[in-house]
C-alpha cells in the first residue's frame, strides 16, 4: 500500500460468533450506545461503522453480524457481508468469549488463518480470575498475543487500544487532525442525510446504489435493517454522510424489543441529519405513518424530500408525476413545500436528480436575509394585504428579522401576541419564501411582543 493510500482512516472491523459482546464492545470504544445490544442471537446484522479517534489517528471501526454455521433465514447472507467485510479491512479483531468455547470459534480460525498479518486476538468478558484462566485456553488455537478484556466493565480496554494505535502506526497509518476539525461548522462539514420509511421501500437499496457498496442487507423480509448503517460518497464536489434506518411501522405492528429499539433509534437520528429522504413505496403511496415521520422532521427544522421509489413499476403515462404529486399535496398540505422526486433505486434512474434536490435545499438552508431586506418587504406585504381586525383589535406587525439558518427561523414582532391571526402569518411565510428563495425548506417563525402594555 503506497503512502498516499495511508492518508486515509484505517478500517479496523470486529468480528466474532453471535453473542460474544461485539456490539457492547464496539459501543465501549466510540463510548456511545451507536450498536443494538441485547441476549436474543443475531440482532446485528449489517455492519455499522464509526469514526474514533485515538491518540491523533482517525479509526473506521466496523461492527458486523455474527458469524454462524448452523444458519436460516438472513443469516446466510449476515455471514457472508461479515467475512466480505473482514476481508476488506485493515485489521480484523477476532472476539470470543471467556465464559464458553465452541465449534464455531473453531471453524472462525481457520476461516482468519489466510489474515493471520492482520488478526488481532481478544476475549471478552474476563471480569474474574476465572476467566482470566479460561482465556488462556485460546493459546491452544497457536495465538501468541490475546488481549484479556471485559468490554461490558471496561476492563483491559485501555490496555487494548493501547496496542491498537501502535499497530496502526506501525502500518503506517500517521495522525491527522483532529474531528473537533471536521465536526465543525463550514462548508467542508459533509451533507448528512437520512433516510427514513416504511420497512420494503428501498431504504437499504438506495444507500448501497449512493455508496457503491453493499453496505446495507436487502430482503424482501421486513424488518432487515435494524442498526443505522452509516456511509459516505461524493457528488458534484460535495461530501455526504448517508444513514440507512430501520423500517418504521406503527407501534401496534411492532412485536419485538430489537424492532422497537430499532424504530426509536431511526426516528432519533432526524436530529443528527440535515436532510431527511423520507422513502414512499411509489405503488402504495403515503401513509399515515409517513406522516408522522414528516411531522417529526418538519418540528426539528431538518429539510425533507418525499422520495417515490419504485416508480418503474408504475403506469408511465403523461401525468403520472402530477396526479401522484397532487394526491399526497391533499392528504398532507403541511409539507406543501417539500420537493417530491421519483426514483428507481434498482433501476438508477431519478438519483442524480435527487442528490442536486438536496445540494439545492442545503443552499436554502444556508440563506441569511438582512433585517432592512426583510422589512422593505414586509412594508410591502402589509400594504398588499393588511392584517385583518378581531372586532376592536387592530393588530400590528412592528418589523421582521431572520433568527438563524438551519434552521431557518424568524422573530416577527407584533403589538399583540394572542390571537394573532394564523392566516396572515401564513401569508407572511409563503411571501418569504417566495420573495427571498426559502421554497422548499421547513420555516419557523416566532411571534413577539414588542412592547409590554402596546395593545391597541
Known amino acids: 500500500m503506497s503512502g498516499l493510500e495511508k492518508n486515509r482512516e484505517p478500517v479496523v472491523v470486529i468480528i466474532?460468533?453471535?453473542?460474544?459482546?461485539?456490539?457492547?464492545?464496539?459501543?465501549?470504544?466510540?463510548?456511545?450506545?451507536?450498536?443494538?445490544?441485547?441476549?436474543?442471537?443475531?440482532?446485528?446484522?449489517?455492519?455499522?461503522?464509526?469514526?474514533?479517534?485515538?491518540?491523533?489517528?482517525?479509526?473506521?471501526?466496523?461492527?458486523?453480524?455474527?458469524?454462524?454455521?448452523?444458519?436460516?433465514?438472513?443469516?446466510?447472507?449476515?455471514?457472508?457481508?461479515?467475512?466480505?467485510?473482514?476481508?476488506?479491512?485493515?485489521?480484523?479483531v477476532v472476539l470470543f468469549d471467556a465464559t464458553e468455547t465452541t465449534g464455531e470459534d473453531e471453524e472462525l480460525i481457520a476461516l482468519c488463518r489466510p489474515y493471520t498479518d492482520k488478526l488481532m486476538i481478544v476475549v471478552n468478558k474476563v471480569d474474574s480470575p476465572a476467566r482470566e484462566a479460561a482465556a488462556c485456553?485460546?493459546?491452544?488455537?497457536?495465538?501468541?498475543?490475546?488481549?484479556?478484556?471485559?468490554?461490558?466493565?471496561?476492563?483491559?480496554?485501555?490496555?487494548?487500544?493501547?496496542?491498537?494505535?501502535?499497530?496502526?502506526?506501525?502500518?503506517?497509518?500517521?495522525?491527522?487532525?483532529?474531528?473537533?476539525d471536521e465536526d465543525g461548522a463550514g462548508e467542508d462539514k459533509p451533507l448528512k442525510i437520512v433516510v427514513l420509511g416504511q420497512p420494503n421501500t428501498g431504504k437499504s437499496t438506495l444507500n448501497n446504489l449512493l455508496t457503491g457498496r453493499e453496505s446495507s442487507l436487502v430482503s424482501d423480509i421486513p424488518g432487515t435493517t435494524r442498526d443505522i448503517v452509516e456511509g459516505s460518497f461524493r457528488f458534484m464536489n460535495r461530501d455526504f454522510v448517508i444513514l440507512d434506518t430501520a423500517g418504521i411501522r406503527r407501534k401496534r405492528s411492532v412485536g419485538e424489543n430489537i424492532e422497537y429499539y430499532s424504530v426509536n433509534r431511526a426516528i432519533a437520528s432526524i436530529a443528527d441529519s440535515d436532510i431527511v429522504?423520507?422513502?414512499?413505496?411509489?405503488?402504495?403511496?403515503?401513509?399515515?405513518?409517513?406522516?408522522?415521520?414528516?411531522?417529526?422532521?418538519?418540528?426539528?427544522?431538518?429539510?425533507?424530500?418525499?422520495?417515490?421509489?419504485?416508480?418503474?413499476?408504475?403506469?408511465?403515462?403523461?401525468?403520472?408525476?402530477?396526479?401522484?404529486?397532487?394526491r399526497i399535496r391533499f392528504l398532507f398540505p403541511v409539507l406543501s413545500f417539500?420537493?417530491?422526486?421519483?426514483?428507481?433505486?434498482?433501476?438508477?434512474?431519478?438519483?442524480?436528480?435527487?442528490?442536486?434536490?438536496?445540494?439545492?435545499?442545503?443552499?436554502?438552508?444556508?440563506?441569511?436575509?438582512?433585517?432592512?431586506?426583510?422589512?422593505?418587504?414586509?412594508?410591502?406585504?402589509?400594504y398588499e394585504n393588511p392584517i385583518p381586525s378581531r372586532g376592536r383589535i387592530k393588530?400590528?406587525?412592528?418589523?421582521?428579522?431572520?433568527?438563524?439558518?438551519?434552521?431557518?427561523k424568524f422573530a416577527v414582532f407584533v403589538n399583540r401576541k394572542k390571537g394573532f391571526p394564523e392566516?396572515?402569518?401564513?401569508?407572511?411565510?409563503?411571501?418569504?419564501?417566495?420573495?427571498?428563495?426559502?421554497?422548499?425548506?421547513?420555516?419557523?417563525?416566532?411571534?413577539?411582543?414588542?412592547?409590554?402594555?402596546?395593545?391597541?
Do not use: C
Open 16 to 92: 466474532g460468533r453471535p453473542n460474544v459482546g461485539k456490539s457492547t464492545f464496539f459501543n465501549r470504544l466510540i463510548r456511545s450506545r451507536k450498536a443494538i445490544t441485547d441476549p436474543t442471537p443475531g440482532v446485528t446484522r449489517d455492519p455499522v461503522s464509526h469514526l474514533y479517534e485515538k491518540e491523533g489517528l482517525r479509526i473506521r471501526l466496523v461492527d458486523t453480524g455474527g458469524l454462524k454455521w448452523d444458519r436460516e433465514g438472513l443469516d446466510s447472507l449476515v455471514t457472508a457481508r461479515s467475512l466480505k467485510t473482514a476481508a476488506d479491512a485493515d485489521l480484523i
Open 137 to 180: 485456553a485460546y493459546y491452544a488455537y497457536g495465538f501468541s498475543t490475546l488481549y484479556k478484556v471485559s468490554a461490558e466493565h471496561n476492563i483491559g480496554i485501555d490496555e487494548w487500544e493501547e496496542a491498537l494505535v501502535e499497530r496502526l502506526k506501525a502500518m503506517g497509518f500517521a495522525p491527522t487532525e483532529s474531528l473537533s
Open 277 to 326: 429522504f423520507l422513502m414512499i413505496d411509489a405503488e402504495k403511496g403515503l401513509a399515515e405513518q409517513d406522516k408522522k415521520i414528516a411531522a417529526q422532521a418538519v418540528n426539528r427544522g431538518k429539510g425533507i424530500i418525499l422520495v417515490l421509489n419504485k416508480w418503474d413499476l408504475m403506469p408511465q403515462h403523461r401525468d403520472a408525476v402530477n396526479a401522484v404529486t397532487d
Open 338 to 382: 417539500a420537493p417530491i422526486v421519483t426514483i428507481s433505486a434498482r433501476e438508477n434512474s431519478g438519483v442524480t436528480r435527487l442528490l442536486k434536490t438536496a445540494l439545492q435545499m442545503e443552499k436554502q438552508f444556508h440563506n441569511k436575509i438582512s433585517t432592512n431586506k426583510l422589512n422593505t418587504a414586509l412594508s410591502e406585504w402589509l
Open 395 to 408: 393588530y400590528k406587525v412592528k418589523y421582521l428579522t431572520q433568527l438563524s439558518t438551519a434552521p431557518v
Open 423 to 456: 392566516t396572515w402569518l401564513q401569508y407572511m411565510i409563503n411571501r418569504i419564501r417566495s420573495v427571498f428563495g426559502f421554497r422548499d425548506v421547513p420555516i419557523r417563525i416566532e411571534i413577539k411582543e414588542s412592547r409590554k402594555g402596546d395593545k391597541s
